[in-house]
């Protein structure tokens, strides 16, 4: 079990590694979004198309590849009134079958497809509608897609600390997050 913990570990640091390093994306993007702001109102012709749709695949790309840590340290939209009042024991068995029985399958079908979907736009040499607009829209759509395996590994990793937790009945160790079925840690 202790060798399930640590796999699980890695991967929530591996995803948390990969949350704060994508988060200097953010940097670049209010610099871009400053930069379109100012020069319209200096007046300069430049392509704005293409500086709004780079903010909007920031955006994007923040936002994909944030999704996977963010399901490991539960800060994404869930039901609580469904499980407040149950014991550590049976909101543990609620993570457990919506791990196995929803968010894996479902997401595991999307992320595999979306191979697919960056594969086409490839081929396609896919492109903005507007015809000053961002070429290579494959290169988003990748990073969507690898967001959703990110996601995939984020449901794997909280499904082994529920595992372990289910199975032995310990607490996840102090210094770790608890998973998202609210789980709280030992102390010290």
Not at 101 to 106: D, F, I, R
Not at 122 to 142: A, C, F, M, N, P
Not at 173 to 180: A, M, W
Request: aromatic share 12%; proline share 4%; net charge positive.
């Amino acid at each position: 079990m202790s060798a399930l913990l640590k796999l699980s570990e890695g991967m929530r640091r591996l995803l948390e590694w990969i949350a704060l390093t994508s988060g200097w994306l953010m940097v670049i993007m209010a610099l871009v979004t400053s930069f379109d702001v100012v020069a319209r109102k200096l007046g300069m012709q430049l392509p704005y198309t293409k500086l709004q749709e780079l903010e909007w695949h920031f955006h994007a790309a923040i936002f994909s590849l944030w999704m996977g840590y963010c399901y490991t340290i539960n800060a994404h939209p869930r039901v609580d009134s469904f499980t407040e009042r149950l014991t550590y024991r049976g909101k543990a068995w609620v993570e457990l079958v919506g791990c196995l029985v929803l968010a894996l399958p479902y997401t595991a079908l999307v992320a595999y497809y979306s191979i697919d979907f960056v594969a086409g736009s490839y081929l396609l040499g896919e492109q903005s509608d507007s015809t000053v607009g961002l070429t290579h829209r494959w290169i988003i759509k990748g990073v969507y897609a690898a967001g959703l395996w990110l996601v995939v590994l984020g449901i794997l990793s909280v499904l082994l600390r529920v595992i372990v937790f289910r199975s032995n009945g310990r607490l996840v160790p102090t210094g770790e997050p608890p998973c998202s079925t609210g789980l709280p840690t030992t102390s010290p």
